[in-house]
């Protein structure tokens, strides 16, 4: 045999397993079982919740499922299958264990959307990929753009990512699978691309079966809840052991944010179906381990139905990188919101594992997972692999009697043991440790607050510091009146005076921003925070020179040094100094190895010379192939318009252009600004790319242009669009500039601004969401009735549901009760089978003291989760409960006595379950009135201990109901006592909203009046 002849024998031979160790990716459409989502609504968000502008709501939501096609991408190997769905969040759809065909990520069958996102849709199963400022990502149920890979190792990528528009943080996730591995990985890339701080939130939610053979594993010796308030882990205060998931059948659902250890791993395993599921990241960078359940309780069981057809109830385990999810309450402890700061990329990977069959899980490591569990003779340990590897097996009694096997591991083929005892076992080829005693991985870290720390602080620093929480959520308005507040006291706060100046910068009041650092600079002229706040106001009013001179100090610190030297960067290239400009984004790659931004930067202007640019753009590429600036520097190198189009997949691709051209401009590119706005015209639908067009190029017909693109509606935000809206108004009459000039100024938190530009236009517009957020916002500033103009935008547009509804709350909230129900009336004619409008319609019988009429809609009303669905259940029961009255006060107790019981039931058609804990006093009450009328001594005896006891002691809270204790220790005798919890009810009350059941209360206690 020849030698070429050997060679290409042993190219053959090498073949097949060279291909055997390929991953495959695919994309398919798939027809799924669908309950669709739909009824965007063009009322701009902030009349609700101005931190979610300018996305908008969906108010459409269906009982009736339909066949649609969705876009699905399958990774696989010869181990495990992984999921995607890039038209929904580019979430893991799900992810299963080929040999036992077992989801180790839960799956769920349908796309069965329902209201309960920050925007509405969403859906359950697999892991979302969760970013922005609380809560479901705002891309959770829209296209993301995405992208297949086949990587040269022979593993497999998907990667999906979306920006968070208020933030304009961006948001990558690399869905990797290799080739030989049973794990896959999410790496994650996220940065934020301005020079302000911005909310810092991530969570990565998956999700698993709900089993009572669950017994999950989170390293901890406490949780946080919401608030940040610590309880005990893993037993609570009763002796319950937590992570059972069988033994939570208790109260309602629960968030556990586990902490006390320093640990990598998490996750569950299934008892009896012998099978498992993990996480594993390093603590660094996912510190956040958080298990959710359901109620098991039909107030969790219903939402098996609302969410799946056949999969059945799902936790979720969620991979955070902070601590827990924090929403502020009364509770005060060591817990902030983070922040993002400027400028900053963070990327970080993890890894998602099935477990099989070692009967537990112990530890688990990046390549392995590990369990021992002790049996009535001895020990028992369970191992499985996720790579193929010889590992040795140590078995430690003590430090000094060691025993080891060596074992050769294939990924998930079980290697198990049993010996006597043990108190540490280590693998250490597969970073894989169990100790019995794991004091040593317990962290000092107070998680309690010393009650004398806060108010040991001036009230300028508490000021100062809630303020600056309240930024860190989005609450800019309420931010900026305790920084005020903060200076009125003391004028040279420094603290004070900066926060101020980066709330001037976020929103466009760069002369007071610039007057406030410079008096905090005359207090340190080297102060670098100061520094970067200034160059970044005098940056955003064309003042280079004073920029360069503030982010020159600023450079000087560590904290600010790469951000700096970035801004430094893109003043010499504006200045067309490009020696310069190279100069400084070296050094901010060298300080920041991850930013992106210093390398767009030297992508642009390496774009003429073929070697420097190509490799720049293949670093990008590496570090974000779906990246904005990756795609227009090759657009502006091949000009392939089509290329850059193809990349474009998400639900907004008018704000990927946008953010690309203003980018530009700022360095001085304003040409390449333009071509890209020119290119992408055609296909606009935010009227903001034609402005903007018609701004950098100084041509009045691009603002007539806006006018034609989606009705000329659009919902401007960045705080650099304010001069282009004030160009647009001086080339232009047309009402639609100062609308849209009002929204910029409403998303940027001056909404006192907004108002006299709408007063301005009196009737002019003809768009019913404008005379509803006129209306909205009149209000909120306690400026006019907003009755006229939601009168106006119902005249508008008589065929939206939405504007309609808007009316009848403002008629419900305003007590106008009469008018309400006529104006439910006339539209349910037209909209039937709405059962938000039901609602509304039976809530306004019951305030007009109808509750036959209430009862007759909610025997036939259908509800899913809504905004007005969250009190179906409430409106049910008063509606029986008021009936209950109106039959004790005619005598007929039997009658009354059946609608008291009515009143106790859960119809579940109503969207809502029965919790394990029910506050049925006012039932009661009724029942211990009709056994007094009716000489039912021992009957009422028993009512009126049962409220007694569901009362309690603390008579402050601000529930009506408990007046009705006071009220039974009255008929009791005990009249001193009753006067004396009487007053501390009422005084509970003097500010809690609480109409409906304050109404009854009073009703209930008028009874004897008539009997």
Known sequence: MTMKSIFAALLFAFALPIAAQQARITEEIRSLKTYPFGDPNDIPILVKDTRLYPYHTFEGYSHESEMQNWKVVKLENEFIEVYVLPEAGGKVWGAIEKATGQEFIYRNEVMKFRNIALRGPWTSGGIEFNFGVIGHTPSTASAVNYKLIENEDGSVSCWVGSTDLPSHATWRVEIRLPAETSYFETNVTFSNPTSLEQPYYNWMTAAAFAQDDLVVSIPGTQYLKHSGESKSWPYDDTGRFLPAYANNNYEGHKSFHVVGEYDDFFGGYYKVDDYGFGHWAPFEDQPGQKLWLWASSREGEVWDDLLTDTDGQYVEYQAGRMLVQYSPGAHQNPITKAAFPPLATDRWSERWFPVMGTGGLSDASDEGALHVSRTRTGMQIGLNSFVSKNVTVQIFSNESDMQEESVSMTPLVLWESNILDANRIVIPELDLEWRADRSHLALDRPFELNPEARPSLRQIERDVFEGRELMKARYYRDARGLFESALEAEKWNRDALVELAKLDLRQGLFASGIERINRARQLDAHDAEANFVAGSLYQATDADLDARDAFSWAA????????????LAELAMKADRFDEAELFAERALSYDTQSSHATSLLAIMHRGSEGSGLVDRMRLNSQDPLGHYLHAERFFVDHDWSAFKAILRNEFPDQIVLDLAIRYARIGRSSEAVSLLENHLADATDPMVALWLGYLTEDAKYVEQATTINN????????????????ARSHSSHWLMPYMQGLNLWALARQDETLPLWVDLANTPDHAAFYVARANLASQLNQTDPKPDLLQAVAQDDANRLTHVELVRHFQSAGMWQQAMDWIKKITQHWPDDFNLQLLQAKAHLFLLQPNEAISIMETTRVLPSENGRESHHLFESAHLMRAIQLFAKNDFKSARQHVSR???????????????VDVRMADYLDYR?????????????????????????????????????????????????????????????????????????????MEASN
Not at 716 to 727: M, T
Not at 903 to 908: A, D, G, K, T
Not at 970 to 977: H, I, K, P, Q, V
């Open 556 to 567: 000087r610190s560590m904290e600010f040094r790469s951000a700096a030297y970035t801004r």
């Open 712 to 727: 000329g509606i659009g919902k401007p935000y960045r705080v650099e669009s304010l001069p282009v809206l004030e160009w």
């Open 903 to 917: 009143s106790r039931e859960w119809p579940e058609r109503l969207g809502q379950g029965k919790p394990y804990d």
């Open 930 to 1006: 009709i056994a007094l009328a009716e000489g039912h001594n021992s009957d009422a005896e028993e009512a009126a201990e049962l409220i007694l006891i569901s009362t309690g002691t603390d008579f402050t809270s601000p529930n009506p109901l408990n007046l009705l204790a006071a009220d039974v220790m009255r008929r009791n005798g005990f009249r001193e006592e009753a006067d004396d919890l009487r007053t501390r009810a009422k005084y509970g009350l003097e500010n809690a909203n609480v109409g409906l059941t304050k109404m009854l209360v009073d009703q209930a206690k008028r």
